[in-house]
Antibody
Framework: EVQLVESGGGLVQPGGSLRLSCAAS????????MHWVRQAPGKGLLWVSR????????TYADSVKGRFTISRDNAKNTLYLQMNSLRAEDTAVYHC??????????????WGQGSLVTVSS | DIQMTQSPSSLSASVGDRVTITCRAS??????LNWYQQKPGKAPELLIH???SLQSGVPSRFSGSGSGTDFTLSISNLQPEDFATYYC?????????FGQGTRLDIK
């Protein structure tokens, strides 16, 4: 069974930093693209970032480019999101998601329950 | 960026009904279109990928169609567990973008 468990969220002041982790199990982590998607309270889904299977290729939404960094440790089956210069508008539940597999780079097949990040003074 | 527009934003229906949700892309995305279902307090689940391919384990009452810029998600014989919010998402190019969501309520 595919499992994705996020951790590392919490309350942080504007301008602060936070690192989210996503522990993966139930599949061969190193074979799949991975994504971060966020959802502000009561709002829709916003894709944040993705990383390819070996970690060499990353893509970001414009709203987080230069502030957030996605990375992965395939030996530890873990995905990360380093978030710097946080803003109030970054407040959201952050979900990690596994790619569909095969040639797909933009479809997410499994999602974690998410980790809440609150940016407030 | 490719903008995705869903309609309607909300919809009321009864158990047993057939409903259709539409999604329009601001430019052609071929068949790089996915549909997700999200229930309150839960993570989204993939229903359909590549516009019309049913994800494993998803009931056959869900179906998708379309290509280019116009897509539809249809749900036949609505069941109580189908009342949720539905999102389309383009996987044609980064940044990946979602529609604003369609909330399906019980009438």
């Amino acid at each position: 069974e595919v499992q994705l468990v996020e951790s590392g969220g919490g309350l942080v002041q504007p301008g602060g930093s936070l690192r989210l982790s996503c522990a993966a199990s139930g599949f061969t982590f190193s074979n799949y693209w991975m994504h971060w998607v966020r959802q502000a309270p009561g709002k829709g889904l916003l894709w944040v970032s993705r990383i390819n299977s070996d970690g060499r290729s990353t893509t970001y939404a414009d709203s987080v480019k230069g502030r957030f960094t996605i990375s992965r440790d395939n030996a530890k089956n873990t995905l990360y999101l380093q978030m710097n210069s946080l803003r109030a508008e970054d407040t959201a539940v952050y979900h990690c998601a596994r790619g569909l597999g095969g040639s797909s780079t933009g479809t997410t097949a499994y999602w974690g329950q998410g980790s809440l990040v609150t940016v407030s003074s | 960026d490719i903008q995705m527009t869903q309609s309607p934003s909300s919809l009321s229906a009864s158990v047993g009904d057939r409903v259709t949700i539409t999604c329009r892309a601001s430019q052609s995305i071929s068949a790089f279109l996915n549909w997700y279902q999200q229930k309150p307090g839960k993570a989204p689940e993939l229903l359909i990928h590549a516009a019309s391919s049913l994800q494993s384990g998803v009931p056959s009452r869900f179906s998708g169609s379309g290509s280019g810029t116009d897509f539809t998600l249809s749900i036949s014989n609505l069941q109580p567990e189908d009342f949720a919010t539905y999102y389309c998402q383009q996987s044609y190019s980064a940044p990946l973008t979602f529609g604003q969501g369609t909330r399906l309520d019980i009438k």
